[in-house]
């Protein structure tokens, strides 16, 4: 047999010698080839030593506090980028735009709110606030370009453009409440299925 081939077989099977899982004929061939050839003896030798344990710097407390603040505002960036997505794009479909998509991304909206804040109020503040200051601002605009009919009063039109804004708005936020009542029941089913 070919040096080279029979180092080859020797390097190959040294972690099988080590073990003891070779036959004694086995066994004896490789005790007479790592006689025979000093390279093979030093990495025998290398193989039965102990790998040395590399130390891994541990974590202070402080260390724990930084690392898991800078995950929770990189987590609140997203949260933050996609309520404002679904946001804009909800108020861009709204019924002040003659669309009926508001029903869809409202929806959505709601859904993503509650399941990243679980709070309702921001839901309210999300789609019901900004409606109702759009259509009393569209209402505002209308009378100052003069596009009302002049036998109506001013309190009359202000309280008709109030009634108005805030109709608009409890349409836009009943989506959002049922979104909302969506992302509900997906954290209870995510929780549930944690549970089990």
């Known amino acids: 047999?070919?040096?080279?081939?029979?180092?080859?077989?020797v390097e190959d099977l040294l972690p099988l010698y080590q073990e003891g899982l070779l036959?004694?004929?086995?066994?004896?061939?490789?005790?007479?080839?790592?006689?025979?050839?000093?390279?093979l003896g030093k990495l025998a030798q290398t193989l039965q030593m102990?790998?040395?344990?590399?130390?891994?710097?541990?974590?202070?407390?402080t260390d724990r506090d930084k690392m898991f603040k800078k995950i929770n505002r990189k987590l609140s960036l997203y949260q933050?980028?996609?309520?404002?997505?679904?946001?804009?794009?909800?108020?861009?479909?709204?019924?002040?735009?003659?669309?009926?998509?508001?029903i869809?991304?409202?929806?959505?909206?709601?859904?993503?709110v509650y399941l990243f804040y679980s709070d309702m109020k921001i839901i309210f503040?999300?789609?019901?606030?900004?409606?109702?200051?759009?259509s009393c601002v569209d209402g505002i605009s209308d009378y100052m370009a003069g596009h009302i009919d002049e036998n109506v009063s001013l309190i009359a039109y202000a309280v008709q453009v109030g009634q108005m804004a805030v109709m608009t708005s409890v349409i836009h936020y009943v989506f959002a409440l049922?979104?909302?009542?969506?992302?509900?029941?997906?954290?209870?089913?995510?929780?549930?299925?944690?549970?089990?």
Not at 1 to 9: A, E, I, S
Not at 127 to 134: A, M, N
Request: proline share 3%; glycine share 6%.
């Open 125 to 134: 503040y999300f789609s019901f606030i900004p409606i109702f200051i759009w």
């Open 1 to 9: 047999m070919d040096k080279q081939v029979r180092k080859h077989v």
């Open 50 to 61: 102990p790998l040395e344990k590399e130390e891994i710097p541990e974590t202070t407390e």
């Open 178 to 196: 049922i979104g909302s009542i969506i992302g509900l029941l997906i954290r209870k089913l995510k929780n549930k299925e944690g549970l089990s």
């Open 80 to 102: 933050i980028i996609f309520v404002a997505l679904s946001f804009v794009i909800a108020i861009q479909t709204s019924l002040l735009n003659d669309s009926s998509g508001f």
């Open 23 to 39: 036959s004694e004929e086995t066994t004896k061939w490789i005790e007479e080839q790592l006689e025979e050839n000093d390279e």
């Open 104 to 112: 869809l991304w409202y929806t959505v909206l709601g859904i993503l």
